[in-house]
């Protein structure tokens, strides 16, 4: 009897290394979902979210083409979490729905997947947590995570902070994790200790 395929959810701050973090573990074989690239799918223009996102943000997120501004979106959510929570109200139901059918289709390919990894930046808020079979959280310290946001953005420490504090703390995405991996430190320690993990699922 075929091995019943294990889903592992694996989230953490803006900026943890979470995304480097899935990317060696595709090298190991698993079968990688990224829920945020998937919830990109949700703006798309006619699709039920966009006009939702519309109707709920007004016409000043959206760009000359049609399609929704997210920089100018993003601005407004990261700085208020009531903004924030209306959003994510629309936008990961949907994603959910789309992520799942991604994961039935992985189900049926041959040989099946030992490892399903669900990527998402919003799995503790979701509460997609409580459907994985185990939780990895990647952490790192929110002054070295607003480094990285203003190197990789491209956006003042101001703006970059903003984006820190909107998200929940480490702490609290610890609370609900099986593995929780610091990425203050070099990348090959941290890939080390994924394969660790890893060799224990």
């Not at 998937?38 to 979210?49: E, F, G, M, N, R």
């Not at 959910?96 to 039935?104: A, D, H, I, Y």
Request: charged residues 30%; glycine residues 4%.
């Amino acid at each position: 009897m075929a091995k019943r395929t294990i889903l592992l959810g694996v989230t953490g701050g803006i900026a943890s290394g979470k995304s480097r973090g899935v990317s060696f573990l595709h090298s190991l074989g698993a079968k990688t979902i990224d829920a945020d690239l998937v919830a990109h799918k949700s703006y798309l223009k006619d699709t039920q979210p966009y006009k939702e996102i519309v109707s709920q943000f007004g016409p000043a997120i959206v760009s000359e083409d049609g399609t929704i501004d997210r920089k100018k979106l993003g601005a407004r959510v990261f700085s208020s979490p009531e903004e924030m929570s209306k959003l994510t109200s629309i936008v990961w139901p949907a994603t959910r729905n789309l992520v799942w059918e991604e994961v039935e289709k992985l189900k049926k390919e041959e040989p099946t997947p030992k490892v399903i990894v669900i990527e998402a930046f919003g799995m503790v808020e979701s509460s997609w947590y409580k459907e994985m079979d185990f939780v990895w959280v990647f952490k790192v310290e929110p002054s070295i995570a607003i480094q990285r946001v203003m190197k990789r953005n491209n956006v003042s420490e101001e703006e970059a902070q903003k984006r820190v504090n909107a998200q929940l703390t480490n702490e609290e995405r610890a609370k609900v994790a099986n593995v929780v991996i610091d990425t203050d430190r070099d990348p090959d320690e941290t890939n080390q200790i994924i394969l660790k993990e890893w060799e224990k699922l």
